[in-house]
C-alpha cells in the first residue's frame, strides 16, 4: 500500500534521512523502532510532505505522491497522529472530532465515525461536550486518535501514542490500535516502547542515524539478541 524508495532529507546541513526505503503492506500493522534522533519522526513527516524531500519516492496505493502537498496527502487517505497529541484545548471533544473530519462532505459518513470513535473510546463520549485542555493525557491520546480516524484514513501514522501515558492506559491503546487495524486501517507505528512495538507489529523496521539497520516480523526483532540489549533493556 505505502512503498518508500531511497528517501533523502536534509535538516540545514544534518543529513537526517539517508536513503530511507520501506514499505507498508495493506491489511498490516509496521512499527518503526530506534533511539531518539534516528530519523523516525522525520520518516513520517516526510511522508506527510511536512518536511521537504531532497532525493526519493513515496508511492501510496499506487500512485506516487512524493510532491503531493500536506492537504493532499490527507485526501489520498494517509493521516498522522502527532507525537504530544496536539489536541486543540479550547475545543469540546465533539469539535476536536469534527475538525478531523474537515476535508469531508458525507455527514452520514461522518456520524458514523463519530459513533465509531465513541465505540472505540467510550469514555470520548461520556465527555462529548468538555473541554479537550481538561482532559487527562490518556484521554488527549484517546482524543487525538479518534479525530485522526474521523478523516476516515486508509493508513493511520502514530507518533509514539504511549508517550507520557500509565503502563495500564498504554496497555488500552495498543488493543485499541489493535481493533482499528482489524476494522481495516492500516497502520504505522513509530514508539519508544519498542517491546510493545515489536509486540503488536506484522513487520517491523529498525533505525539508526537516519537509515534503516534491520528489519523482520515482530516476532523475529523481539527474539533478537541485538534488539534485545539495545531496545529491551535485556
Known sequence: MLSIKDLHVYY???HALRGVSLEVPDGKIISLIGANGAGKSTTLKSIMSLVAKTEGSVEFDGVDITKYPTRNVVKTGIVLCPEGRRVFPDLTVAENLTVGAYLRKDKEGIKADRDWVYELFPRMKEREWQ??????????????????????????????????LAPL???DIFAIIKQINEAGVNVM????????????ADFAYVMETGEITMSGTGKELLASDEIRKAYLGE
Open 169 to 171: 492506559v498504554v496497555k
Open 189 to 200: 507505528l513509530i514508539e519508544q516502547n519498542a517491546k510493545a512495538a515489536l509486540e503488536i
Open 12 to 14: 540545514g546541513g544534518i
Open 131 to 164: 473541554l479537550a485542555g481538561t482532559l487527562s493525557g490518556g484521554e488527549q491520546q484517546m482524543l487525538a486518535v479518534g479525530r485522526a480516524l474521523m478523516s476516515r484514513p486508509k493508513l493511520l501514522m502514530m507518533d509514539e501514542p504511549s508517550l507520557g
